[in-house]
Each structure stands twice: as structure tokens, then as C-alpha cells.
T-cell receptor, first 111, second 113 residues
Framework: DQQVKQNSPSLSVQEGRISILNCDYTNSMFDYFLWYKKYPAEGPTFLISISSIKDKNEDGRFTVFLNKSAKHLSLHIVPSQPGDSAVYFCAASVGGNQFYFGTGTSLTVIP | EAEVAQSPRYKITEKSQAVAFWCDPISGHATLYWYRQILGQGPELLVQFQDESVVDDSQLPKDRFSAERLKGVDSTLKIQPAELGDSAMYLC???????????FGPGTRLTVL
């Protein structure tokens, strides 16, 4: 049973525009969420995290929004750059244990 | 910059053979994770260590998989015997603590023929 879902397998965005990647979860006990970026032939790289006590966390061009009532989080990248083209995974955990990952969204930023 | 090291990067084996993967986490990281990632899916946690102790191995197929972290530093994941369905990327990650960002290694790509 997939507890973390990324329903869009791919997304294409023009350079300079906003990229919005979505993630839904089913377990209301999840209290820590992370986004990772993965390039081919490399391991995932941590991007940004958010705990359930917040609804927004910002780091440079990356902002993560958490809507607990909807069990939904999103990653906004503004402005999008060609180097952002990668597969993005969201992950969730309860108390930092047993991390569950989504299936990933492949982002392509078109120059 | 400190990195998580994994070896080998690629492994091809025949079914029923034994394979082993090695991971050296970032120095000082108490928590170590082994994940399996099948093509087109997200990483799936196999086992989580806190120092030398197993915190969670509920998703580890214990009839054929084993993992150890004897001195609480580097770790080995073993599969014996390997099956065709074990073909996947095996990722190791480490973190300061369980509720911190995880740093991933480059992974070991296993192909079972």
C-alpha cells in the first residue's frame, strides 16, 4: 500500500517559470516530510524539509508547503532553471523512523 | 565534502549466488539506512540502524537478506541466495539522527541473471 503518492510522473516547465511538484500521503501520523532531487546514476540529494508544526518552509528558490488537513505537500521552484531537471522524490516519516518515499516526478526545465 | 561511500557501484550475478554490498557513512552519523529502489519507483526502506542496533527491519526479507553494522560505523548488506526479482538499485544513506536529513550514497546497481 503506497502511503506517499506522487501522481504526476513527469512535468515540463519553461525556464524562469514556476515548477510545482505535488505529493499526497495517507498516514495522518506522518510528522516530518522531505524533498529529494535525483540525477541519473547518482543517489538522491536532500533539498528541503518541513515538520508538521509548520505549513511553509523556504530555502532560496525552493519552498515547501504542507496542508495537513488535505494530507498534501508541494514543492515550488521559482524561478526554474535547466539545472533543476531531475527526478524529485517526496518522503514522509513518523518521528524520523520508517521513511516512505513517493514514486518520483521527473521535472524537465526547457531553456 | 564528506560523502557516503558505497561499493561496488555495479554488480552482476547469477540467481542463487550470494552478493554483498558495503556502505561507509559520513563520519559521526549515528543513523544508517539501506534502501532498495526498483526502476520507476521510489526508494523502499529495508533496514535502519542506530549505531550498531537495528531500529527497523520490518521490510527486510529475512529469509535471504541480512544486514550488519558491527562497530556502528560501516555496514554490509547481504543477499543469499539472489533471485531475479532482487535486481534493483541498493542505496545507503546516513544521518546525524533519525529525524535529520539523510545523505545518500551513489548506490549499487544489482543485476541478477
Amino acid at each position: 500500500d503506497q502511503q506517499v503518492k506522487q501522481n504526476s510522473p513527469s512535468l515540463s516547465v519553461q525556464e524562469g517559470r514556476i515548477s510545482i511538484l505535488n505529493c499526497d500521503y495517507t498516514n495522518s501520523m506522518f510528522d516530518y516530510f522531505l524533498w529529494y532531487k535525483k540525477y541519473p546514476a547518482e543517489g538522491p540529494t536532500f533539498l528541503i524539509s518541513i515538520s508538521s508544526i509548520k505549513d511553509k518552509n523556504e530555502d532560496g528558490r525552493f519552498t515547501v508547503f504542507l496542508n495537513k488537513s488535505a494530507k498534501h505537500l508541494s514543492l515550488h521552484i521559482v524561478p526554474s532553471q535547466p539545472g533543476d531537471s531531475a527526478v524529485y522524490f517526496c518522503a514522509a516519516s513518523v518521528g524520523g523512523n520508517q521513511f516512505y518515499f513517493g514514486t518520483g516526478t521527473s521535472l524537465t526545465v526547457i531553456p | 565534502e564528506a560523502e557516503v561511500a558505497q561499493s561496488p557501484r555495479y554488480k552482476i550475478t547469477e540467481k542463487s549466488q550470494a552478493v554483498a554490498f558495503w556502505c561507509d557513512p559520513i563520519s559521526g552519523h549515528a543513523t544508517l539506512y539501506w534502501y532498495r529502489q526498483i526502476l520507476g519507483q521510489g526508494p523502499e526502506l529495508l533496514v535502519q540502524f542506530q549505531d550498531e542496533s537495528v531500529v527497523d527491519d520490518s521490510q527486510l526479507p529475512k529469509d535471504r537478506f541480512s544486514a550488519e553494522r558491527l562497530k556502528g560505523v560501516d555496514s554490509t548488506l547481504k543477499i543469499q541466495p539472489a533471485e531475479l526479482g532482487d535486481s534493483a538499485m541498493y542505496l545507503c544513506a546516513s544521518s546525524w539522527g533519525s529525524n535529520n536529513e539523510q545523505f545518500f550514497g551513489p548506490g549499487t546497481r544489482l543485476t541478477v541473471l
